[in-house]
């Protein structure tokens, strides 16, 4: 069973996703903010397999923050980008790091993230 960090500051749009994500068989731990997830990758960073994060978390700093300092803490963590403003990728985002464009359906997601961390997958970069 995989563990993923979902960043998402919408709470509606988090317990969907958690939601899939669970009915995967994937555990995961959620952050609403910048804040929370820079908390919980500073004592977990390495329990984590992939980090999911929205890029526009509303106050603070994005998403591509977020990934930045996971990378830090753990360089081989997959990073999934979830967001509508794709084209910022190639200049913000982690090596290795990929979209998941807006608007999205939260199987969709849990069945990537799933694909993503499966043995012979590209895992992350």
Known sequence: ???????????EIRELIEDA??????????????????AI??????????????VNLGVGTTGFDVARRARQLHPTIHVIYITGLTAQLSRFGVPGGEMFPKPFNPGELA???TEAIAPGSRGAH
Do not use: I, W
């Not at 994500?21 to 820079?38: C, H, I, K, T």
């Not at 990758?41 to 994060?53: I, M, Q």
């Open 1 to 11: 069973m995989a563990d993923v960090l979902l960043v998402e500051d919408e709470a």
């Open 21 to 38: 994500f669970e009915d995967r068989g994937l555990r995961v731990r959620s952050a609403d903010s910048d804040q929370a997830a820079y």
């Open 41 to 54: 990758l500073d004592k977990e960073a390495r329990s984590f397999d992939v980090l999911v994060t929205d």
């Open 111 to 113: 069945d990537r993230v």
